[in-house]
């Protein structure tokens, strides 16, 4: 019998793949981990996903202070 699941198709670097499955682990919504830089995921947790990854990559951005 084939199952049929609704999902979507990201594109991501192998560090923010890194970041998604780390928090894959608290709420799992990675339906399939296809390769280093692909993942399908369950269509329902898009927002919270990109908001927790935007939040992620803010820790790690670097800002240059401008002189005075």
Sequence with gaps: MVR???GILIECDPDAREILL???????FIIEDL????LFIN????DRI??????ELE?????VEKPV
């Design 43 to 46: 269509s329902t947790h898009l």
């Design 59 to 63: 820790k790690n951005a670097y800002e």
């Design 4 to 6: 049929a699941v609704r």
């Design 22 to 28: 780390l928090l894959n682990a608290r709420d799992k």
């Design 35 to 38: 390769d280093s830089t692909h």
């Design 50 to 55: 990109q908001y927790e990854l935007d939040k």
